[in-house]
């Protein structure tokens, strides 16, 4: 095998097991999820968090997610409960968090 080939066949694994993360398989429906709290994060992106009771999620645009996610975060206040669904999964090593792309007020 050429040094050319191989190098084609890594990247190719690589970048299927980058986009493996965002793809739709990974969507979950969290029912009923009160907000505790939310918070900007420092930064350049202005990643936005949101606390509830179904765990910690990020509100950024994005796959799945259009380009509303000041207005959704804007409408999450604590007290309030949502259903949420979100796409990707947690990941402490990356501090990335399932990344809210449709929610429903209850």
Known sequence: MTTT???????????????????????????NCRIEDRMIIDGRQGDKRVITSCGTFSVNDGYGAGN????RYA????????DIRTNGRRSGAASSFPNIIDTTRR
């Open 75 to 82: 409408q999450l206040t604590p007290g309030t409960r949502w």
């Open 5 to 31: 080939r191989a190098a084609l066949i890594a990247a190719t694994l690589a970048a299927l097991a980058l986009t493996t993360g965002c793809s739709p398989g990974n969507e979950q429906l969290h029912t």
């Open 68 to 71: 509303r996610s000041f207005d």
